[in-house]
């Protein structure tokens, strides 16, 4: 069964220094997210992409935050510059196509940690 | 997305019928009834979704009321491995915006 792929699954970093968390969403599909869980609390969006270009972000989506698809297969999600309260799980998932009635398939996503 | 009511949690002893209730009284008539789940310490994961009529699949069954107001999602059997969030999320069908809201979910577990 085809699945998202993340790495690493985790990462210890110190602060300030940038991240890349990597994704291999499902080959043919379209639509790619992520979203991050910080320990205890709800899994929260962050952002949306499509077509080459952020559909969506939510408001943790700031400056410090980029994504990318570099390559046609990987999608990326970059912090420029850590700091401890990014310390949480990311998730990427992606979607075939944007209707109401598909499912989105998640990674199992990485565990970072801001030290 | 509009707002789901659930339980924060339920028991319930393995190899027995699990119900799990949400409440969306302020679902529309576009909006579909879509169910995850997130295991422990992994990604959430797809269960089931519907619109008006009840659905089967080979994880779970979703019971939806004829008012469309409420749903169950029904586990037949539970076993340890269903031990999970649940998440009951309405998705807009004429809605552009497709990003999934996660709330807080019910916590389900299963005693052996």
């Known amino acids: 069964e085809p699945e998202v792929t993340q790495t690493p699954s985790h990462q210890v970093t110190q602060m300030g220094q940038e991240v890349i968390l990597r994704c291999v969403p499902i080959s043919n599909h379209l639509y790619f997210y992520w979203y991050r869980q910080i320990l205890g609390q709800k899994v929260e969006f962050l952002v949306s992409?499509?077509?080459?270009?952020?559909?969506?972000k939510s408001e943790i989506f700031d400056d410090q935050f980029s994504v990318e698809r570099p390559d046609g297969s990987n999608f990326t999600l970059k912090i420029r510059s850590t700091k401890l309260e990014d310390s949480a799980m990311y998730f990427c998932a992606s979607r075939l196509r944007q209707v109401m009635n598909t499912e989105a398939f998640f990674g199992q996503g990485t565990r970072l940690t801001v030290v | 997305d509009a707002k789901t009511t659930q339980p924060n949690s339920m028991e319930s002893n393995e190899e027995e019928p699990v119900h799990l209730p949400c409440n969306h009284s302020?679902?529309?008539?576009?909006?579909?009834i879509h169910w995850y789940r997130q295991l422990p310490s992994q990604g959430p994961e797809y269960v089931i979704h519907g619109l008006t009529s009840n659905v089967n699949n080979r994880m779970a069954s979703l019971a939806i009321a004829e008012d469309r107001k409420s749903s169950t999602l029904i586990l037949h059997r539970a076993t340890l491995r269903d031990a999970a969030v649940y998440y009951c999320?309405?998705?807009?069908?004429?809605?552009?915006?497709?990003?999934?809201?996660f709330g807080k979910g019910t916590r389900l577990h299963i005693l052996p």
């Open positions: 992409f499509y077509n080459n270009e952020i559909s969506e």
């Open positions: 302020t679902i529309s008539g576009t909006d579909y």
């Open positions: 999320i309405l998705r807009g069908g004429m809605n552009r915006d497709d990003k999934i809201i």
